[in-house]
Structure formats: C-alpha cells, structure tokens
C-alpha cells in the first residue's frame, strides 16, 4: 500500500525492504508453496510414472474446491463464515447444467452469464439476511444452505442435464506445454482477473478493515454493512463458479452438496487465513487445496487406505493451526 | 449471567412494551412455548385429529437424541466455542457398540464407546484450551479423523457384521403406555444433570464467565484451558449417548448415521435462546428448541412436500425464529 513512498525513495536499502515486506506479507502462502514442492518431489519419488497426465488430472478434480476455498476466503476475510457454498455450488451447477442441456453452443455462453449473475444474487440475499436480521453470519448462512439445497433439489430432482462442449474443452487438456493444463490456467486467470482488481480498490481495503475491526472501520467511513454484504456477493460469485466447473468437468449438475463446504474453511485455514478476519489473501488458499488433493493422491499411490487419508487430512488441519498459533504466540511475546 | 436475580417490579412488567423484552430475555422459554403452543396448533389445523398423546409421545421421541446433542452445542456455545464433532462421535459410538456387542458382551462394548467418545473430547478439548485452536476448527478436523478411524474400523470388523443391541432398540424406539418415550429414562437424568451442571455449579459459572469476557475470567484466575478439557469432554461422551439412542432409534449403525443431526443440532441450541457468542443462554431453551424442530419437520412432512420444500422451509424457519429472537431480546 505504501508503494509511492518506496519508490520516491531510490536507493538499494528501499528495494531491499520491498523484498522483505513482500516474504513478510506473503510468508506464509511461500511457505506452502515450499511444501507443494515437496511433496510434488515425494510423489515422483513414490510413482516414477506421475507426469503431465496426473498433473492435468489433479488440476481438474481441484477446480471445484479450489472455488469453493477462494469464496470463501471472501467471506472470512470480511470477519464472516459461509457455511452455505457447498449448497450455492450445488444450486448453480445444477441450473448451470439444465441451462445448457441440448441447447446451442451459444446458448451456453449466455447461460454462463446468468448462472453467475445467480450466483451473486444468492451471495447477496446471505449477506442481506446477515446484516439486516443481526444473527450471527454461521447460523444465518447454516440456515441457508438447508434452503439453497432445497432450491437445487427443486430444480433438478436427480443427477442429469448437460454441459455445453466448449465448457468441458477449456478445462481439458493442456495449454502450450504438457506441463502446464489449462484447467490451472483458467483457474488463475479467472481469480486473478476477479480478485486483483479488487484488492487495490477501495472495497478491498474496505473488506479488509471491516475485517480486521469493524468498529474502527465504521468510524473511519466505511460502510460495514455494504461491505458485509458484497464480501458474501463476491463468494457467492466464486461459489457460482465452483459450480459452474463441477457442471464442466463432471458433464451433469448433481442437486446433492459435495463435501466442499467444510473443506473449503479447512483450505481457508491452512491458507493462511485468519478466521477472525482481515488477514490473508486469496491464493494461500488455492494452493492449500492443491496439497490437500495431492496428499490424497500420495496415499492412493501408497496403498493407503482412502479412509485413513480423511484422517490425515484432518490431523494435518489440525498441525497446521497448532503450529501456526504457536508461532503467532511467539510474535506476540 | 442475569437468569434469576431481577428486582421484583412493582406492577406485573408484562403491561409494557419494554417489560415484554425483559421478560423474553430473561425467560426465553416463555416465547418459546408460544411458539411451539402455535406449530401444535398448526399441525391439528393441517392435520385434524393427528394431535393426541401417542402423537406427542412420538415427537418426544424424535426430539430426545437432537435435545442431548443440542446440550453439547449450549455447553460448548456459552464459551464462544462450538462442537462439530458430534455427528461423528454420535455415528462412532453408536456403530461402535453394534459392531463389538457380540464379541465382547453389553456392558462392555458401551463402556469402549463411551472410551473412545471420551478421548475424542480430551483432544478437542486440548487442541482448543491448551494450543488455542478455534473449537470450530479443532472439532471440524476431529469429525473428519473420528469419521476415517469409524470406516477404517468398518473394513476390519466386515466379516463379523453388525447388529444393534436389543436394549438399545427398547431404550431408543420403545413407547410405553402409548405416549411415554423409553428414552425418557436416559434423556430425564441427563437433562437435570446439565441443568445441575450449569446453573447450579462452579463449573457452569466459569463456562458463562469464559464466554461473556475471556480476559476478564483470566484476570479473575480462571484457568481456563482446565474448563475447556473438561467441557469438552462431557461434551463428546453426551454425544456418544446420543448415538446409542439415535442407532435404536433407527435400528441401523452406520458411520455416517448421526451426521445429519449435527446442523439441526445447531439450531436447537440457537433457537432456544443460546447465544453463539457466548455467555448467554441455558439448556431449558434448547430442550424446546429441539421439540419445536421435531414438530416442524412432522408439520412438513405431513403436508405431503417433497424433500425439497421441506428444506427451504427449515431453513426459512430457522432464519425467521433467530432473527425475531434477536429483534426482540436486544437492546
């Protein structure tokens, strides 16, 4: 934020500190990162043969979670919880999918638009019912995801539709290299294109001083209650695009919510997100999940059972939050 | 903390609008009957004739196994905290006896639930009163440790099979002299003891006093770590009861089988006045809370709605009584 100040002052010492405030600020997502390395370096190591193919397959089967962890994110960050995406993403793929049944590929492109446009529209009615009815944001959003799934189940009573050919084809395959698949591409593109813009405005850093002390923030000019409320637009916009991809790579809308509500604050934690609000960003997330997934693969690769790879998940949650309130202990001290 | 001690008004305060507040805030339970006084209503409109004793007798039934998971959500929430970990240790314990009983006897094969539920709630409660872990995390990641051990324990014990214990069908589904529950006989000691525990001992006190103003309880000498183990621990062994109740219930054991009453649980505790803030609250609410869900979903599905309906409307309905609930009981 204090780049104009950086730049006036030319000299060595200054690009230093930048270098600094940004391992600083991003630590933690460099961090993780590392681990990602790691463990991409173990999984050769235990299956000689994973190459580009179990690489473009990982980067689809994440896309739907890595969605649901970035939204939220969005709603974290802003000092709330949203324990109705699963069942947003549920709902938007589902209307995604009988949308696009045997229409025309054109069609879809218009059906994409209204399907996120949705998407918002439920984020804005959490966000309204959070912020007008005062109840605390996890018994509002509890209560809405037996609501958004019920609206899944109405409009789709059992798993069908379709999906149009070019939405399955630009998470397919690879894109330049085969070391690189398109479904990450997208992935980035689309968060970055979203999100980036919006960090630097003036609702970013109002998401992030409603966060970090609502009080302080009101004071200061902020609307906390728009503020609110576009923090859940913007996740039921990812949540939308969530479901948006389990229609694209699953080739049907399925009424029934994934797991992807509780995972998505498990990725939002390892992420380095702060449930209190007002710290972290939106990529620590993104890359939680690739190692949530590719910890998942190892085991498979080790002929571990499935079961004990959920336990795994769920003691690594649990290391990580210890070890990272450890170190917020000692910086406090 | 204000459950009891209010200056006795000099004309009855119900006449002001104010007074009307006080009275909610105080005594939520008396809405809360209004309320439940109006789905009974409901449902003899909807349905004439379907109100009676074995009716009754029937949503006690389905409301006992939500009310003890319900406690363990009140406990939990009044320090600020939350407990997720039910469902799973509901569905462990449950599957856990029905898969041991035959092996190791009755008696037993309980007491290694009740064990393992036991341990479950001593490392959430160390993860959140010692490493400092928030309870939301700590007990989300425990579902899902305690839910892969339950399958993995599902693959072992395969061949030997399962079969819910004969006892456990008679004290979860059993209604005697056509209204009166059997699980009555576990639910009525346990809700008093929770009752005991939290309005009328040390114990309780200090779980108010953590969630109303952490610091302020630490700077009084609370070590609060030492409550949270403790709590937690009740917490996961009144689960694991819940589960013996909810597999006679349904004759089934299964590791996914009390899971979808985690939610729900939630919002009993929320309904029936606890806050999930912390500090304020109490168990006579959530009781009710719990009987006012089950008759809702009896009114929803007596109305012949498709699943779908039913939950918009749950959900709908669990929006509406909270944010009147807060409309009316704040300042």
Redesign the interface.
């Known amino acids: 934020m204090s780049t104009t100040v950086d730049s006036a002052v030319e000299n060595t010492a200054a690009s230093r500190g930048i270098f600094a405030k940004f391992i600083r600020r991003n630590g933690w997502t460099l961090g993780l990162l590392g681990i990602l390395a790691v463990l991409l370096v173990v999984t050769k190591v235990i299956q000689p043969s994973y190459g580009p193919a179990g690489i473009q397959g990982l980067a689809i089967s994440i896309l739907p979670l890595a969605f649901a962890a970035v939204a939220q994110t969005c709603a974290v960050l802003a000092r709330g919880?949203d324990l109705s995406i699963g069942s947003m993403m549920a709902l938007t793929s589902v209307v995604a999918a009988v949308l696009m049944d045997e229409r025309s590929e054109g069609f879809a492109i218009l059906a994409v638009f209204c399907v996120l446009l949705l998407g918002i529209v439920l984020g804005a009615v959490n966000g309204a019912?959070v912020v007008f009815?005062?109840?605390?944001d996890?018994?509002?959003t509890?209560?809405?995801?037996?609501?958004w799934?019920?609206?899944?189940?109405?409009v789709l009573?059992t798993p069908g539709g379709g999906s149009a050919d070019w939405l399955s084809q630009v998470t397919r395959g690879p894109l330049l290299s085969d070391w690189v698949p398109k479904a990450s591409v997208l992935l980035l593109v689309v968060i970055g294109v979203i999100w980036i813009p919006i960090r630097r405005s003036r609702l970013g850093l109002s998401l992030y001083a409603v966060g970090s002390d609502p009080i302080a923030a009101f004071r200061s000019g902020v609307s906390v209650t728009w503020t609110k409320v576009f923090s859940y637009m913007l996740a039921g916009l990812f949540a939308a695009l969530g479901g948006l991809s389990l229609t694209a790579t699953t080739g049907i809308g399925t009424p029934v919510p994934g797991p992807y509500t509780?995972l998505s604050?498990?990725a939002v934690?390892l992420g380095g997100v702060s449930?209190a609000g007002g710290r972290g960003g939106v990529f620590g997330p993104v890359v939680a999940v690739v190692i949530l997934s590719l910890i998942r693969t190892d085991m498979t690769f080790l002929n571990v059972?499935t079961?004990?790879?959920?336990?795994?998940?769920?003691?690594i949650?649990?290391g990580v939050?210890?070890v990272g309130?450890?170190i917020q202990?000692r910086r406090e001290r | 903390m204000s459950l009891t001690e209010t200056p006795a008004p000099s004309r009855p305060r119900w006449t002001t609008a104010s007074g009307v507040r006080a009275l909610f805030r105080e005594r939520p339970i008396v809405p809360l009957f209004g309320l439940l006084a109006i789905l009974v209503v409901l449902s003899e409109v909807i349905r004439p004739g379907i109100v009676s004793a074995n009716w009754a007798g029937v949503m006690v039934r389905a409301a006992v196994p939500l009310a003890i998971l319900a406690a363990c959500q009140t406990m939990t929430m009044l320090t600020a905290g939350?407990d997720l970990s039910v469902g799973a240790v509901a569905s462990m314990s449950g599957f856990l006896v029905a898969t041991l009983v035959a092996d190791t006897g009755l008696p037993l094969a309980i007491l290694i639930a009740l064990v393992a539920s036991a341990i479950v709630g001593l490392i959430n409660g160390v993860?959140s009163g010692v490493?400092?872990?928030?309870p939301?995390?700590?007990t989300?990641?425990?579902?899902?440790?305690v839910?892969?051990?339950a399958?993995?324990w599902q693959?072992i014990r395969v061949q030997t099979g399962s079969g819910v214990p004969s006892g456990f069908r008679t004290l979860g589904a059993n209604v005697v002299f056509g209204f009166i529950p059997m699980s009555l006989v576990l639910f009525i000691p346990l809700a008093l003891l929770v009752m005991f525990l939290l309005n009328r001992t040390g114990f309780g006190r200090l779980l108010y006093a953590i969630g109303d103003n952490p610091v302020a309880s630490r700077l009084s000498g609370t070590k609060s770590w030492q409550v949270l183990i403790v709590l937690y621990v009740i917490s996961a062994v009144l689960a694991g009861l819940a589960g013996f109740l909810y597999s006679g219930l349904t004759n089934v054991a299964s590791v996914t089988l009390a899971d979808s009453a985690l939610?729900p649980s939630?919002?009993a505790a929320?309904i029936g006045g606890t806050?999930?803030?912390g500090g304020r609250g109490g168990y006579s609410g959530t009781m009710v809370g719990a009987l006012i869900l089950a008759v809702i979903s009896s009114i929803l599905s007596s109305l012949g709605y498709?699943?779908?309906?039913?939950?918009?409307?749950?959900?709908?309905m669990?929006?509406f009584v909270?944010?009147a609930y807060?409309?009316i009981t704040?300042d």
């Open positions: 919880v019912l009815t005062r109840v605390p996890i018994v509002v509890l209560a809405m995801l037996f609501v799934a019920g609206c899944a189940l109405l009573g509780l604050v498990a934690v449930l059972d079961n004990l790879a959920t336990v795994a998940q769920g003691l949650l649990v939050v210890m309130s450890f202990l | 939350i993860g490493f400092r872990v928030h939301l995390i700590m989300l990641a425990m579902s899902l440790v839910l892969g051990l399958n993995v693959l939610l939630v919002a929320v806050s999930i803030l498709p699943e779908a309906v039913r939950q918009i409307l749950f959900g709908a669990i929006v909270a944010a807060t409309r704040s």
